[in-house]
């Protein structure tokens, strides 16, 4: 018999408590599932003998369904885009919070036909228990075939035109406020912005950051001048303004990529930072300690967004309701401003 058997019959969730795993875990052990540790296996078996627990047989049902693993889309073709330090640092995140939920991390590309069609499957067919969507621009299908998908989804950062159920985010408007109003409290006046890609919600963000903050001091926002969040793309910008508005005394950039191709184009052009131009950038990313000069920047925790998404997936996973987060941002004050 048993040993202390309860009068009212027990709940996955006590035997994952009793056991010290998570809920997906135990339910893994419970349904013969692979990928689970003998020693976790071995102390969900003994919590269920101690405690007495019978699977409820739609619930076991339910489980045994279940594939072990969860994906992380990105609407990118370049599979290179995972070696960005941007995507890199949200990967260990995921992973991390994965493998404590003891789910394997799938990751797939997803701006090619093809590749939309193969996350399309992945996403009606349930290969995956559960699917992070980033990276989505405006009218992307894959945002709308994600909300009707049987599978949970949790998206990272909010896609435009859509108000997900469920999802991470940073504050981006507020960070490019911030960096934006500390330009302005140095007596930098002429201040332009490189936006982001404004077909995307970050984009759009960072760039009513700075335009919030500019007509706040009184000040005339410039055009922005769009990049792809790449340090070419900076540079590219960087000249552009340069060339349009050479009275220029400060640049907000939407991603420290970006701001790093403005401080080449600066300084090739014989423009000081930040006696000339100062130039504050946006994540916080290795290129910003080792920029020439180091660069003031927004932190946002990008290992953070990723590990929060992975927990918010794998709650909803378990059956859990969690609610969207908003992450904060904080300014790094370098050399550049």
């Not at 912005?193 to 970050?202: K, P, Q, S």
């Not at 335009?211 to 009184?218: C, P, T």
């Not at 184009?265 to 020439?292: E, K, N, Q, W």
């Not at 660069?295 to 309701?321: D, F």
């Amino acid at each position: 018999m048993a040993q202390g058997v309860p009068n009212r019959q027990s709940t996955l969730d006590e035997v994952a408590e009793l056991a010290g795993v998570s809920r997906s875990v135990a339910s893994r052990v419970l349904n013969n599932a692979p990928h689970v540790s003998r020693a976790k296996r071995e102390a969900v078996e003994r919590a269920v003998h101690r405690l007495g627990y019978v699977p409820n047989p739609t619930a076991r049902a339910l489980a045994t369904r279940q594939t072990g693993a969860a994906a992380l889309v990105v609407s990118g073709e370049d599979p290179s885009i995972f070696a960005d330090p941007f995507f890199a640092q949200v990967i260990v995140g995921a992973s991390a919070a994965l493998e404590e939920a003891e789910l394997h991390l799938m990751l797939c590309l997803a701006a090619s036909e093809r590749g939309r069609r193969r996350v399309e499957r992945l996403l009606r067919s349930k290969g995956a228990d559960g699917v992070m969507l980033m990276a989505l621009r405006e009218d992307d299908p894959l945002a709308r075939v994600a909300e009707e998908a049987d599978i949970p989804v949790v998206f990272g950062g909010r896609p435009v035109g859509l108000d997900p159920r469920w999802y991470v985010d940073v504050d981006n408007l507020g960070g490019a406020r911030a960096a934006t109003e500390y330009l302005i409290s140095l007596g930098r006046t002429r201040i332009a912005t490189i936006c982001g890609r404004l077909d995307t919600e970050v984009g759009r963000a960072r760039y009513r950051g700075y335009q919030d903050a500019m007509l706040a001091a009184g000040l005339e926002p410039y055009p922005p001048e769009a990049g792809d969040f790449t340090e070419p793309s900076g540079a590219a910008a960087m000249a552009a303004l340069s060339a349009r508005h050479p009275e220029l005394d400060g640049v907000f950039a939407a991603s420290d990529n970006m701001a790093a191709g403005a401080l080449r184009t600066l300084r090739d052009a014989g423009r000081r930072v930040p006696a000339d131009v100062a130039v504050i950038g946006f994540d916080d990313l290795a290129v910003a300690r080792i920029s020439d000069p180091p660069l003031t920047t927004v932190h946002q925790p990008i290992e953070g967004l990723g590990r929060e998404m992975a927990r918010m997936l794998v709650a909803l996973i378990n059956g859990q309701a969690p609610t969207p987060l908003i992450l904060p941002t904080r300014l790094v004050l370098r050399a550049s401003a």
